[in-house]
């Protein structure tokens, strides 16, 4: 185990260096949420629940909310996104979409 930590230490000081500013860890964790977010969404795709990810919220209100409702502490953590599911209302019409050789250009 402390060989294991040593090696996450040497990789956020270092290799990654998130630990510089409070600013780049929340944006390396912020990816690291997306991580499990996209498994999220496929496993509730794969049984049928839509899912739609968020960044355009009031990030200091819902870290308000939620540090008043006890859920975290807003000094410690952040929210980085937020996800919905659901059951769509009515099914999506279908989109136009071009033939993939008009809009891919392999290079090798």
């Known amino acids: 185990m402390e060989a294991t930590l040593a090696r996450y230490k040497s990789f956020q000081t ?3 260096k998130v630990l510089e500013s409070d600013r ?3 944006d ?3 990816k690291q949420t997306y991580i499990a977010l996209a498994n999220m969404m496929t496993g509730a795709a ?3 629940i ?3 990810p968020i960044e355009g919220f009031n990030y200091a209100e819902v870290n ?3 540090a008043e409702e006890g859920l975290f502490d807003a000094d410690e953590y952040g929210v980085s996104c ?3 599911f659901g059951y769509r ?3 999506i019409t279908k989109k136009y979409r071009k033939p993939a050789e008009d809009v891919i250009e392999w290079i090798e």
């Open 89 to 91: 209302a009515k099914e």
């Open 24 to 26: 780049a860890l929340f």
């Open 14 to 16: 270092d290799d990654i």
């Open 50 to 52: 839509d899912s739609c």
């Open 46 to 48: 794969m049984i049928g």
């Open 82 to 84: 937020m996800v919905t």
């Open 64 to 66: 308000r909310i939620l």
């Open 28 to 30: 390396w964790c912020s």
